[in-house]
């Protein structure tokens, strides 16, 4: 199991077919917190951020999809569950793995509520200088 996990770590696709605003999101390479803050930026940056996973990280995914909408940074848009048959080398047959993606837009006060951090993160800045 460890090594289909493995595989399916190391898969690579190239970039021309890859979205520009999808983040994959594993549940063993990142923190929770490093794709929270990879998507808000991914929103500033396009307007909306499509969230990917794999088996395991599925969770990881919902979690992060729950903080920015229960912090009031996003809003859910569509979500997608699949299946996808990874190759694994040491068997014959291919290994189905359950997929989600799930595809954020900016909320309404997304830019307030940036704003306001940016601030806030100033002020700690300054008075850790003073």
Not at 18 to 42: E, G, H, M
Not at 88 to 101: G, H, L, N, T, Y
Request: aromatic share 6%; hydrophobic share 40%.
């Amino acid at each position: 199991m460890e090594e289909i996990t493995e595989k399916v770590n190391n898969i690579s696709i190239d970039d021309s077919t890859q979205k520009r605003n999808r983040i994959q999101v594993s549940n063993t390479k990142k923190p929770l917190f490093f794709y929270v803050n990879l998507a808000k930026r991914y929103m500033q940056q396009y307007a909306e951020v499509e969230l990917s996973a794999l088996g395991m990280a599925i969770s990881t995914v919902v979690t992060i999809t729950e903080i920015l909408k229960n912090n009031g940074f996003a809003v859910e848009k569509k979500i997608a569950t699949s299946t996808v048959d990874i190759r694994d080398d040491s068997r014959s047959r291919p290994v189905q793995k359950a997929k989600i993606e799930i595809l954020l837009g900016k909320s309404d006060n997304f830019d307030a509520l940036m704003a306001a951090a940016a601030e806030e993160k100033a002020a700690h800045e300054a008075e850790e200088q003073s």
